[in-house]
Every structure is written in C-alpha cells, then in structure tokens.
C-alpha cells in the first residue's frame, strides 16, 4: 500500500473471493464452525462456577419460583439481563438446562466469528475469513467463558462494529442497545464510536438513532426497579466491594493475568509466544493501512478506555472478563500470519510462492496446539459437586447455608444459600468492601456455614464464630480441605 512500505499480505492469494459465489461462501464460513460446535460438545459437561449462579435463577423462573436465586429473596445478582432472557428462552425450547446453555454458547460464539470475520476480512479473499474462523473457534480460552454472557458480548460489540464501518447508523443504534443490556462496560465502545464519529462528521449523530437504545435500556431498568425494588443489579456493586477489600490484591490487578497462561495456552510457552507475535505483527501493520484503519483505532481506543475501568476501580480479575483482547488477538493473529510470509518474500528478494510456506506451516500448528488444550473434557469442578449433592442428600430442604462460592454448590444443593461475597444477598458486598469481614453474620442467621481448610480470608467471620463457641465442625461432613460448621443450639447471640 502507497505510503506505508508495505504490500497488502492477502492480495497474491488467489482463492476465490465471496463476490464469486455467496452461497458457496458462506456454506464454507459455516464449514469453517465445525470444529468450534465438535469442541464445543467436547465440553458439553463443563459448568463454570458464575454460570451456574445464572442457571439457579432460570431453574427458580422455570418452576414458577420467580426469577430469583433463593425462593422468596427478590434480589438481583443477574450481571446480564439480555443474556438471562436468551438463557430463559434456551431452557423453555431444551429442557435440559446445562445442554441449553451451552448450546447457546456454541451459537452465539460461531455467530460472533462469523459476523467478526465479515466485519475484519469482507475484501480478504476466502482464505483470511476461514483461517480467523478456525483459529478463534479452537481457541481453548473461549471454551472457558461458556455459560457466562461473554460469547453474547464478543457477538454485539462485533455487529456494532460491522454497523460502525458500513456507516448504518440506525443498526448500530439498535445494537448498542443491546450491548449495554449484555455488559455495562459495552458503554467504552458505544463511547468510542461517539467519538470517531464526531471527528468523522464534525456533528452529533441524529438523535433518532438514540431513541431505541434508549427505550431497550429504559425499560429493563424499570423492571429492575418494579421487580427487585433497585434500577441495577448488585454484582456491578458486588465486585466494586470486592476490588476494595484487597482480599483478591492490591493495586492494578487486572494485570494480574499470567494463571491465564496454564489454562488457555497449557502452560506452552512456544505457543504463547507464536501468538502474540503474530498478533502484534498484524496489528502494528493493520493499523497502518488505509483500508479499515478506523475500524483498527475504534478498536485500540475501546480496549485502552475498557483497561482503565477495570484497572482504577481494582475489579477482581476473572477470566471472561479479558474476552476483548483476545478476540481482537485473533483477529490480529490472523493477519499477522499472512503478513509473515510476504515480509519474508520482501526482505529476502525470495520467489513468491515462498511467503505460503509461514501461512501453511504455522497455522496447522496453532490449531493442533489450540485443539489439543480445548479438547481436554472439561466438567464441574469435582469438590464442589460433590459438596453440593452432599449437602442435597443430608440437610432439610429449608436448610440455611452460607459460603463464598456460590455457584456450583449452589446448584447441586438446591439449598437456601447465604453469599458471603454478596452477590446474591442484600449487604455483604458493603461489608466486603468496607473490609468488615464478620459483619456479615450480624444480620444474617445461616445453619451451616462452609469454608476452606484452612480458612480463606474472606471466611474470618465464620472462624470467628467457630472460636465463639457459636458454631462447631459438623462431624458427618468428610470433604478434605473444607469444613462444614453447624449453628450450636445453645449458642450465645453476639
């Protein structure tokens, strides 16, 4: 391309393009789906702690119950309410609510590479949108988010961007919408294309593309408030609270990132290292080129503006939260091993044909490496289903417990649960935050409390009680490294 020194890497390719044919390219897309859907049902057993906080509250709807989490507790722990609806329609249409989620995971996730690879790759021939394809559908960090909202995320901030760039304004309004009933934090994109689009145009955009998304929005908080008696749900306070305890670290933890690196990359260093080369290659030469540079900058300025949310405000560094970046990694993975081979080609003075030979070496191993971590069948974690169905089978139905993870045990125990961390509870969140880690214990009466072995910090308060003579170690409970404390009937009040 002129003024950048650098040729364009997909224009030698000479695979047919999908002006050529649209059916036969967009039945190749969907081919390109398979392996993520064989993948996907690989991990068909696999139930994410968070999830199952969702599941609990679809399961209560289902029965008649109320869409809450404890019978009777009208209380918002829901972080997305777009993507409990969608998790409400799954379980009408397939009973089985862990088939239905993470079949609408599998759906949602090639939906987003299919619109991703159209927003990114549209003048690329055929080859770019099928490798992106491949390459984000194997990649094992996604298979990880499943059950969560993050798979719906990727999938609205990529339908913004597909908008933004084919300027139809009124659709991206739409989706905006929707991408704030998804995560709050889709508010740095909608913000971004604000901003590019008054440089763009010099002026504010028409104000009729604001009223959908604003009636969407509207709404659903005036739902929140009739139904829960708040305009917004208690996570996003939930884990404010949490990142001002210190109890998960201090200072900038969202860069605490590196236990990703055993769990998406299988601790291989070689394929760590492969990946993001590759990605700072393409996103250093894409954001150079004409074609999509604004796309490129929108997308360097939401994740900038997106960091710094979660680094100010200290929010604990859970997985799905980095979804972003590594969507956008594998799109710039994608271009960056295109790129190699012609760099080579270029620098070198080589015969053409040469700069095929990174794209068909490398990119059969990335996916061998990503395949071969993501099919590793992921289920519950073991402990905590056990502990669950335990408590289910040896306490009454009405039985109170309280604990720090709530999700899977939860889920297994069909129990009324007390959240220590707050997130399903009124208060405890406040406490968390305001470092007050026995208060909690003041306004609530739990029959049993579970903790760790030894105690995590965030369970002080049922150590506390334990040495107050207010509860005592249930004897039945055998679970090495967790203790079951059961309320003394002659119990002092504290």
């Given at each position: 391309?002129?003024?950048?020194g650098?040729?364009?890497?997909?224009?030698?390719?000479?695979?047919?393009?999908?002006?050529?044919?649209n059916?036969?390219?967009?039945?190749?897309?969907?081919?390109?789906?398979?392996?993520?859907?064989?993948?996907?049902?690989?991990?068909?057993?696999?139930?994410?702690?968070?999830?199952?906080?969702?599941?609990?509250?679809?399961?209560?709807?289902?029965?008649?119950?109320?869409?809450?989490?404890?019978?009777?507790?009208?209380?918002?722990?829901?972080?997305?309410?777009?993507?409990s609806?969608?998790?409400?329609?799954?379980g009408?249409?397939?009973?089985?609510?862990?088939?239905?989620t993470?079949?609408?995971?599998?759906?949602?996730?090639?939906?987003?590479?299919?619109?991703?690879?159209?927003?990114?790759f549209?003048?690329?021939?055929?080859?770019?949108?099928?490798?992106?394809?491949?390459?984000?559908?194997?990649?094992?960090?996604?298979?990880?988010?499943?059950?969560?909202?993050?798979?719906?995320?990727?999938?609205?901030?990529?339908?913004?961007?597909?908008?933004?760039?084919?300027?139809?304004?009124?659709?991206?309004?739409?989706?905006?919408?929707?991408?704030?009933?998804?995560?709050?934090?889709g508010?740095?994109?909608?913000?971004?294309?604000?901003?590019?689009?008054?440089?763009?145009?010099?002026?504010?955009?028409?104000?009729?593309?604001?009223?959908?998304?604003?009636?969407?929005?509207?709404v659903?908080?005036?739902?929140?408030?009739?139904?829960?008696?708040?305009?917004?749900?208690?996570?996003?306070?939930?884990?404010?609270?949490?990142?001002?305890?210190?109890?998960?670290?201090?200072?900038?933890?969202?860069l605490?990132?590196?236990?990703?690196?055993?769990l998406?990359?299988?601790?291989?260093?070689?394929?760590l290292?492969?990946?993001?080369?590759?990605?700072?290659?393409?996103?250093s030469?894409?954001?150079?080129?004409?074609?999509?540079?604004?796309?490129?900058?929108?997308?360097?300025?939401f994740?900038?503006?997106?960091?710094?949310?979660?680094?100010?405000?200290?929010?604990?560094?859970?997985?799905?939260?980095?979804?972003?970046?590594?969507?956008?990694?594998?799109?710039?993975?994608?271009?960056?091993?295109?790129?190699?081979?012609?760099?080579?080609?270029?620098?070198?003075?080589?015969?053409?044909?040469?700069s095929?030979?990174?794209?068909?070496?490398?990119?059969?191993?990335?996916?061998?490496?990503?395949?071969g971590?993501?099919?590793?069948?992921?289920?519950?974690?073991?402990?905590?289903?056990?502990?669950?169905?335990?408590?289910?089978?040896?306490?009454?139905?009405?039985?109170?417990?309280?604990?720090?993870?709530?999700?899977?045990?939860?889920?297994?125990?069909?129990r009324?649960?007390?959240?220590?961390?707050?997130?399903?509870?009124?208060?405890?969140?406040?406490?968390?935050?305001?470092?007050?880690?026995?208060?909690?214990?003041?306004?609530?009466?739990?029959?049993?409390?579970?903790?760790?072995?030894?105690?995590?910090?965030?369970?002080?308060?049922?150590?506390?009680?334990?040495?107050?003579g207010?509860?005592?170690?249930?004897?039945?409970?055998?679970?090495?490294?967790?203790?079951?404390?059961?309320?003394?009937?002659?119990?002092q009040?504290p």
């Amino acid at each position: 391309m002129r003024g950048s020194g650098i040729s364009d890497p997909f224009s030698s390719l000479s695979l047919p393009s999908k002006t050529e044919n649209n059916k036969s390219y967009f039945f190749i897309s969907l081919c390109c789906c398979l392996p993520l859907l064989y993948l996907a049902w690989v991990n068909r057993h696999y139930q994410l702690d968070d999830a199952l906080i969702y599941l609990r509250y679809v399961r209560n709807f289902l029965n008649g119950e109320g869409l809450v989490y404890n019978e009777g507790v009208y209380f918002n722990g829901l972080t997305s309410s777009l993507y409990s609806y969608l998790l409400i329609l799954a379980g009408v249409l397939i009973s089985d609510l862990q088939v239905a989620t993470i079949l609408l995971a599998a759906l949602l996730h090639a939906s987003a590479l299919l619109v991703l690879s159209e927003t990114f790759f549209a003048k690329r021939p055929l080859a770019a949108k099928c490798l992106f394809i491949i390459l984000a559908g194997t990649f094992p960090y996604f298979f990880l988010t499943y059950g969560m909202e993050t798979p719906l995320f990727i999938l609205l901030i990529g339908l913004s961007l597909y908008c933004y760039q084919i300027e139809k304004f009124f659709w991206l309004g739409l989706f905006s919408g929707l991408l704030i009933l998804t995560r709050a934090e889709g508010i740095f994109l909608i913000a971004t294309f604000l901003g590019g689009y008054l440089i763009k145009y010099r002026r504010l955009p028409d104000y009729r593309y604001f009223i959908i998304p604003l009636i969407f929005i509207a709404v659903n908080l005036l739902f929140n408030k009739w139904y829960y008696g708040a305009f917004l749900p208690a996570t996003g306070s939930a884990k404010l609270g949490q990142g001002q305890s210190g109890l998960w670290g201090d200072g900038w933890l969202f860069l605490d990132f590196g236990y990703l690196s055993r769990l998406i990359f299988g601790a291989n260093h070689f394929y760590l290292f492969t990946v993001l080369t590759l990605a700072a290659l393409g996103f250093s030469t894409s954001i150079r080129l004409p074609e999509n540079r604004e796309t490129h900058f929108i997308v360097l300025a939401f994740l900038i503006s997106y960091s710094c949310f979660y680094l100010l405000l200290n929010i604990p560094n859970y997985h799905w939260y980095y979804a972003p970046y590594f969507i956008f990694m594998m799109i710039y993975c994608t271009e960056g091993l295109f790129l190699t081979g012609t760099s080579l080609v270029a620098i070198f003075h080589a015969p053409r044909w040469l700069s095929y030979l990174p794209l068909l070496l490398l990119a059969p191993v990335l996916i061998y490496w990503a395949s071969g971590i993501s099919a590793r069948a992921r289920e519950p974690f073991k402990p905590y289903k056990d502990i669950g169905i335990w408590l289910n089978q040896n306490t009454e139905q009405t039985t109170q417990i309280a604990m720090v993870e709530i999700g899977i045990i939860g889920w297994y125990s069909n129990r009324p649960i007390i959240d220590i961390l707050g997130l399903v509870n009124p208060l405890n969140a406040r406490f968390i935050g305001e470092r007050k880690f026995a208060e909690w214990l003041k306004h609530y009466s739990p029959d049993l409390i579970l903790i760790h072995d030894p105690a995590w910090p965030h369970e002080v308060g049922a150590v506390n009680a334990l040495a107050a003579g207010r509860f005592e170690p249930d004897p039945r409970f055998d679970f090495p490294n967790y203790r079951l404390l059961r309320k003394m009937l002659t119990a002092q009040p504290p």
